[in-house]
């Protein structure tokens, strides 16, 4: 017992930079309380003691915000992190080293007996308010995204966002076109990239890849404007419009990044 509380302290040092020293994680970090009466709940639930084993857990709910049932199974080192809200149902299977935030609901979708409520392989990450329903798999070392509803299995090592959740393919950082996309975004002011490996932007990844065919069209517009003016063709002639940070005051974007934005397009400003 004492063996695991120690094992789920240190590992809360690896996944929260706010965490100082041990005393301050074991007084105020509410998902580890959750965890530690959990597991005390749940040995009394395989006990067949279930009343007394919900007491607990509903007192754990009051004092922490997270409902665990007690028929759950955590595995070791799963880290809570904030917290409140977080559910997790009665046939939930948790595995090691997962992490949860808040507003995380491993919930069922039938009111059968039986297997209802996800499964979460060893080291997978649920990000806040995400919902993951049902008696699905979820694979190890999977990303769950921000308020994504997953309804069907996910894949080892795969990144799942979206309503409802779509599998979102892991960009390789040896990949030539992703890096050529990189130097694009950037030069552009627009760093598609920017977002987390760990829960990527489809939206951000699609604007990436416009970005990449605009500068192949611009390339290629050069090329061929050099071509016929070396033949003494009079094309290309017109200068580009001009295009001021006021342009850009209604869209929201953040005056420095505007002015990048701007200055990328026409650094003459």
């Not at 960009?171 to 598609?192: H, L, M, P």
């Not at 094309?235 to 869209?251: N, R, W, Y």
């Amino acid at each position: 017992m004492f063996g695991h509380i120690k094992e789920d302290i240190r590992s809360v040092f690896h996944r929260d930079p706010a965490a100082k020293n041990s005393l301050e994680v074991i007084l105020n970090y509410p998902g580890l309380h959750a965890v530690w009466i959990h597991r005390l709940s749940h040995k009394l639930w395989q006990k067949k003691l279930t009343w007394l084993a919900r007491i607990l857990s509903t007192m754990a709910r009051f004092i922490t915000g997270i409902e665990i049932h007690p028929g759950a199974s955590l595995g070791r080192r799963v880290f809570i992190d904030h917290g409140m809200g977080v559910v997790i149902g009665e046939t939930a299977i948790v595995g090691d080293d997962v992490t949860l935030y808040h507003g995380v609901t491993l919930g069922g979708t039938t009111w059968n007996k039986g297997k209802r409520h996800p499964t979460l392989k060893n080291s997978a990450v649920v990000g806040a308010g995400a919902k993951i329903l049902g008696p699905i798999i979820i694979g190890e070392n999977a990303r769950i995204g921000s308020n994504s509803v997953v309804v069907k299995d996910v894949p080892d090592n795969a990144t799942c966002v979206g309503i409802p959740g779509r599998i979102i393919q892991q960009q390789t950082k040896d990949n030539e076109s992703d890096s050529r996309r990189v130097e694009i975004a950037k030069k552009y002011g627009f760093d598609a990239y920017a977002v987390s490996e760990d829960n990527p932007d489809p939206v951000a990844n699609a604007m990436g890849i416009l970005l990449e065919h605009v500068h192949l069209m611009d390339k290629k517009v050069e090329e061929m404007c050099a071509v016929i003016q070396s033949l003494g063709g009079d094309v290309c002639t017109d200068k580009l419009p001009h295009i001021s940070a006021k342009d850009f005051e209604q869209t929201g974007i953040s005056p420095v990044l505007r002015k990048a934005q701007v200055e990328a397009f026409d650094p003459h400003i």
